[in-house]
């Protein structure tokens, strides 16, 4: 069991580049939700989603976007990279919230 | 909104000492209470929690009891190693709609031989 996985573990972009970070979960869960974590500030939420095609806004949704087309898959898109999104993400994962989320071992990136 | 306050780190101790990691918490309904523990490098990983409340949530010798009289989820434990240095965090999530997990801002946690 594979659990939440992650790609890629590090990446560097330069300022005003896209990517897309991967998270996928082979527990059939449907909660899914994307966190950045910055120093000093915990793990503030990015977007989440409720099931496949459902997805709603976090506390810091401004310049993420994504989509949720099956259960399993979670994409997180950066539309054009600044500096202030050099952070770690991560991608975590639940059948239903009183059980825990399952993180992933997260998406360092750095935007130059 | 929901929202976690932990105290404020970092936090040292020598090992065998007895720990202490306070957590309260502000949110309407009654929420399920975590912490999650975060070592070098590496993701979080839920260490115990209690969905009502006087639950106690209890793994790896550590323990918290969910008190709703006091909104508090405080991490406990009664003697610590250097293999618990990490990061904790306390976090809540409504048990319905979303199910957002909100998270506090962590403490480090250092444990000297």
């Known amino acids: 069991n594979a659990g939440v996985t992650q790609t890629p573990k590090f990446q560097v972009l330069k300022t005003g580049q896209s990517m897309t970070l991967q998270c996928a979960q082979d527990m059939n869960h449907e909660y899914m939700s994307w966190y950045r974590q910055d120093p000093g500030m915990g793990l503030r939420l990015i977007h989440y989603?409720?099931?496949?095609?459902?997805?709603d806004q976090g506390e810091v949704p401004n310049g993420y976007n994504v989509s949720r087309s099956t259960t399993e898959d979670f994409p997180l898109r950066l539309l054009s990279a600044a500096p202030s999104q050099t952070s770690v993400y991560f991608c975590?994962?639940?059948?239903?919230?009183?059980?825990?989320?399952?993180f992933g071992s997260g998406t360092r990136l750095t935007v130059v | 909104g929901n929202s976690v306050t932990q105290m404020e780190g970092p936090v040292t101790l020598s090992e065998e000492a007895f720990l202490t990691i306070n957590c309260t918490y502000t949110a309407t309904g009654y929420p399920s209470l975590f912490w999650y523990v975060q070592y070098p490098g590496e993701g979080l990983q839920l260490l115990l929690k209690?969905?009502?409340?006087?639950d106690k949530g209890s793994n790896k010798g550590f323990e918290a009891t969910y008190r709703k009289e006091t909104t508090s989820f405080h991490l406990e434990k009664g003697s610590v190693q250097v293999s618990d240095s990490a990061v904790y965090f306390c976090a809540l999530s409504d048990l319905q709609g979303a199910q957002k997990l909100v998270f506090g801002q962590g403490t480090r946690l250092t444990i000297n031989p």
């Open positions: 989603s409720v099931g496949a095609g459902i997805t």
């Open positions: 975590a994962s639940s059948w239903a919230a009183g059980y825990g989320y399952t």
């Open positions: 209690a969905t009502k409340a006087d």
